[in-house]
């Protein structure tokens, strides 16, 4: 495994972390709808143009030059993933993160590694590597649904039997949410395969691959905007909530610091998948997925999501992590 290869590995655990932890601060905010358009704006409007402008030469010149059906495919597939990150947030609410990560990041990790795999990565693989890779997908599905599956074991005992139909008719509509969520999360990572055209203009005109993957997410998020920006605009008015703007400035600082996190994540995330070579949008958005998952259950049990969980439910949270771990192991033999 080459140095390049494992800096990408390193690169991907560190936005695994980042992105893992980015939903922590929503513990600490009121109004939804006020946290959510902040972070929004901030992370899909600032923060992409300002690391895009700052890292590549001639931007606009790119974006000018460049047919419009090249960036046709990133901002309708951003568009669709612009859904599910509303979806995402109201998920993380009802499921809490260590469940809500399992359930989407892991449908969005085996979607988001098999699809550009098998439109356009498949024939740069040998038999053995793609064996490699089918083999870790399957243990991270087996991961998610562990996982899954204690975080219901969970959510049911820590009603102590009480209004158990309720309370699974609730538990199921969640989950539900989260399966939708999950199938359309790795759209973001189809409209950065996808939009590898811009990244490559970028490089005709001198930039060095690591910086040229910095102008695909300007044009990636712009399709994500509207969806979440809209939907915060319609709950505000609805709600009457903007005086909580003015009321309790608080959670500005918690949606810019999730929003600095999001966005920091995805940018690793850009760079390692230079580092991973041609597989780099599919075995590293798969390993992405995973270091967040387990990252999220991580600050799950720090936040005592899971405190008086029956030992059931915490031995299958531990059985689900270590075939996420596993299925690591495995992408990372496929990616080497």
């Known amino acids: 495994m080459s140095g390049l290869v494992l800096q990408g590995i390193g690169l991907t655990m560190v936005a695994g972390a980042m992105s893992g932890n980015c939903m922590l601060p929503m513990k ?12 929004s ?9 300002a690391l895009a402008l700052v890292h590549v030469d001639h931007l606009f010149d790119i974006y000018l030059a460049v047919p419009l059906s090249t960036m046709y495919a990133p901002i309708l597939f951003g568009a669709g993933w612009g859904i599910a990150q509303i979806l995402f947030g109201i998920c993380i609410l009802r499921l809490g993160m260590g469940v809500g990560y399992a359930v989407i990041v892991g449908l969005g990790a085996v979607l988001g590694t098999l699809v550009p795999l098998w439109m356009g990565q498949r024939k740069l693989v040998s038999g053995t590597a793609l064996a490699e890779i089918f083999a870790g997908v399957v243990v991270m599905v087996l991961g998610i649904v562990l996982t899954a ?9 820590s009603r102590n039997g009480e209004n158990d139909l309720p309370r699974q008719q609730g538990y199921a509509t969640a989950v539900l949410l989260a399966v939708l969520c999950g199938l359309l999360a790795p759209m ?3 409209a950065f395969a996808f939009g590898q055209g811009l990244a490559t203009a970028a490089v005709r005109v001198g930039n060095t691959p690591v910086s040229a993957a910095y102008a695909v997410w300007p044009i990636a998020l712009l399709g994500g905007l509207v969806p979440n920006v809209g939907y915060s605009l319609y709950l505000l008015r609805r709600n009457k909530s903007w005086k909580g703007f003015t009321s309790d400035s608080s959670d500005v600082w918690w949606a810019t610091l999730m929003a600095i996190l999001w966005m920091g994540a995805f940018a690793l995330y850009g760079v390692s998948s230079v580092y991973l070579g041609a597989l ?14 387990l990252t999220a259950t991580i600050s799950g049990l720090l936040a005592a999501e899971w405190k008086g969980a029956s030992r059931t439910s915490v031995t299958l949270l531990g059985a689900g992590t270590a075939a996420l771990i596993g299925a690591t192991v495995l992408l990372s033999m496929g990616g080497r």
Do not use: A, D, K
């Not at 600490?28 to 972070?39: G, H, I, K, Q, S």
């Not at 599956?149 to 969970?154: A, I, N, P, T, V």
């Open 188 to 190: 973001l990572n189809y």
């Open 149 to 157: 599956w204690g975080g219901q074991l969970r959510e049911y005992g």
């Open 28 to 39: 600490f905010t009121r109004r939804w709808e006020n946290v959510w358009l902040v972070f």
């Open 41 to 49: 704006l901030m992370s899909l409007l600032v923060l992409p143009w």
């Open 280 to 293: 780099g949008t599919s075995i590293g958005w798969g390993l992405f997925q995973i270091f967040m998952i």
